[in-house]
């Protein structure tokens, strides 16, 4: 299968600061790339969608200004988490594919840890 | 808006044992669907995919089902291991040519030995 890096794996920052996490498709194009995020003991839910040369597509409840989502070439989407706070830290997925795959492939996910 | 639910939250059996774990969707129009295994901390893998025209899917102890008509899919995982002991997760695709998924809250198994 395609193959998806995200880096970093876990970070840890302090409370006010900025963090950028990267997710990669590294054998394949993928002009929609998904943001997810994991609170413990629940289930992931879709934050973003990235879309490459044009602006993301926030769910709803999501802020955009806190979440900068940019996805400036085919194989690389960046979310940079602004401002940090402690309920900001989560477990932060992506996703990418497309239409040569008939499914998604994750990343490894980022754990992200604010203090 | 699709939702996904899955039974039991947590479940626990003696190694060897048989088992099966449900997923229901509220949206019968659901696209594919995907199991995935997730390891404390870790991120996903991917176990099974049933496409939208299948009805399961094998791979070595696993089988997965889908029933669109009745809004259900199953996992089966025969002769469970110690090492099965994960959380289980499936998640539906909401159309053709669409990548976005829908995640249940996964069923957390754990396999005594």
């Known amino acids: 299968g395609a193959v998806v890096s995200q880096h970093p794996s876990w970070v840890i920052c302090k409370s006010g600061t900025s963090v950028k996490i990267e997710c990669r498709s590294l054998?394949?194009?993928?002009?929609?790339m998904f943001w997810y995020r994991q609170f413990p003991k629940q289930s992931l839910m879709l934050m973003a969608t990235?879309?490459?040369?044009?602006?993301?597509?926030?769910e709803q409840g999501v802020e955009k200004d806190k979440f900068l989502i940019n996805h400036a070439s085919l194989t690389l989407s960046t979310l940079t988490v602004t401002s940090a706070h402690p309920e900001d830290s989560s477990f932060y997925i992506c996703?990418?594919?497309?239409?040569?795959?008939?499914?998604?492939?994750f990343g490894q996910g980022t754990r992200l840890t604010v203090v | 808006k699709q939702e996904v639910t899955q039974i039991p939250a947590a479940l626990s059996v003696p190694e060897g044992e048989n088992l099966v774990l449900n997923c229901s969707f509220t949206?019968?129009?659901?696209?594919?669907l995907q199991w995935f295994r997730q390891d404390p901390g870790k991120g996903l893998t991917s176990l099974l995919l049933?496409?939208?025209?299948?009805r399961e899917q094998t791979s070595g102890r696993l089988n997965a089902s889908l029933d669109k008509s009745s809004g259900r899919s199953t996992l089966y995982i025969a002769a469970s291991q110690p090492g099965d002991s994960a959380t289980y997760l499936c998640?539906?695709?909401?159309?053709?040519?669409?990548?976005?998924?829908?995640f249940g809250k996964g069923t957390k198994l754990s396999v005594i030995p």
């Open positions: 996703s990418a594919s497309n239409v040569m795959n008939t499914e998604a492939f």
């Open positions: 054998d394949f194009q993928a002009t929609t």
């Open positions: 990235s879309n490459e040369g044009s602006k993301a597509t926030y």
């Open positions: 949206d019968s129009a659901i696209y594919n």
């Open positions: 049933i496409q939208s025209s299948q």
């Open positions: 998640a539906g695709y909401s159309g053709a040519g669409s990548y976005q998924l829908t």
